[in-house]
């Protein structure tokens, strides 16, 4: 459970069934053959498949247990058809596919607090209606997707400009909170990305450890069942306490 933060398990691999439901057998006989850079941020090498098969299973575990999945590579820019920007298979999405084939759930809300936009989850939900997706992303910023006008009725992107806090973050976050009670999901996931840190090197933004903890403590109360799961974070020192406030917010 997410409250048990300390309580530590070792996931299976999903299947290329799990992972089929949302990706094309073209990307995953890529990702499992492919000794290289898919793009100039993406490298596979020899056990690239197998750590993007137990990144996903630790999704599906997160999902199965109401926890967090502490797993690499992320997944949240992988595209039905395209790995990119570190990501080869979409984490969250495959989880929440998952949970509709396997638990019966209907209604799966992912809320991505990533400062990236979750470009692959949106490209693999898009038109979905049993799922939500709804991001909280630095923009302008890679991969250049999710600005204002880019809405559907299963997608609400909430892009934020640099520098943008935890007052800020709290601001946005009404907005979140009113698509996702709306939507009234079974299952929440949250794709977990901590690289919106005020000492995170890659983005903008100005978000502290409170503020993690305090969207956590939000996201906690929009759905009976919550899981999470990790994407970006690049600052190796801060990322361990940021992960535990995020922690401590869900149980709260």
């Keep these: 459970m997410l409250h048990e933060r300390f309580a530590f398990a070792e996931c299976a691999p999903a299947t290329d069934d799990d992972v089929l439901r949302c990706h094309s057998p073209e990307l995953v006989e890529r990702v499992r053959a492919m000794r290289g850079w898919i793009d100039a941020d993406t490298l596979c090498t020899d056990t690239s498949y197998e750590a993007a098969l137990l990144a996903a299973g630790a999704a599906i575990e997160a999902v199965r247990r109401g926890g967090f999945a ?12 395209r790995a990119m ?5 979409d984490n969250v999405a495959i989880a929440a596919r998952w949970a509709q084939a396997e638990l019966g759930v209907q209604r799966v809300a992912i809320i991505d607090w990533d400062v990236h936009h979750g470009n692959g989850t949106q490209d693999v939900v898009a038109g979905d209606d049993s799922i ?8 302008p910023l890679y991969p ?8 559907a009725h299963n997608l609400v992107n909430i892009p934020l400009p640099a520098g943008t806090g935890d007052s800020g973050y709290f601001d946005a976050w009404q907005t979140v909170s ?5 939507f009234e999901p079974e299952l929440l996931l949250v794709s977990a990305g901590f690289d919106a840190h005020v000492d995170d090197p890659l983005a903008g933004m100005q978000v502290t450890a409170g503020g993690f903890r305090e969207l956590a403590r939000c996201a906690a109360t929009l759905a009976p069942r919550v899981a999470a799961v990790l994407e970006g974070g690049y600052n190796l020192r801060t990322l361990p306490g940021l992960v535990e406030s995020a922690l401590e917010g869900f149980a709260l």
């Design 132 to 139: 939500l997706f709804v991001s909280l992303h630095q923009w």
């Design 144 to 151: 250049g997707t999710g600005g204002p006008e880019e809405q």
């Design 70 to 81: 502490l797993a690499r590579p992320p997944g949240h820019h992988a595209e039905r058809d």
């Design 85 to 89: 920007g570190f990501c080869l298979f």
């Design 178 to 182: 009113r698509a996702v009670t709306a």
